[in-house]
């Protein structure tokens, strides 16, 4: 499954960015989406999934709001408000077959599925 990301960039502290994941062989039901980041020497972290409802990671809480577009199959991941300390490559995942209930979807392990990556630089 090919997922393909776009919005990356570079903005200024409490500026705003859109990053997009296009998943266009998904099926329209039956699969959990992702958003992750690395920074330089830190491990890969959960940002936000889409599932069964949303979460969020407590340091995005209340300042990204991940969304999706089923028909167009595409994921959304709005970031306001941004800190330098989100600076990362971010990336696309998806888990399909969908994961058991059960399954942690802010852990990389649970996807099988990953986008290139796009930098996200804020100053």
């Known amino acids: 499954v090919q997922l393909v990301e776009s919005g990356g960039g570079s903005v200024q502290a409490g500026g705003n960015l859109t990053l997009s994941c296009a998943a266009p062989?998904?099926?329209?039901?039956?699969?959990?989406m992702g958003w992750f980041r690395q920074a330089p020497g830190k491990e890969r972290e959960g940002v936000a999934a889409i599932f069964d409802r949303t979460y969020y990671a407590g340091s995005v809480k209340g300042r990204f709001i991940i969304s999706e577009d089923d028909s167009k199959k595409t994921v959304f991941l709005q970031m306001n408000n941004l800190r330098p300390e989100d600076t990362a490559e971010y990336y696309c995942a998806a888990a399909w077959p969908a994961p058991p209930y059960w399954a942690n979807v802010m852990a990389a392990g649970t996807y099988n599925h990953w986008g290139q990556g796009t930098q996200v630089t804020v100053s």
């Open positions: 062989a998904l099926t329209p039901s039956g699969y959990c």
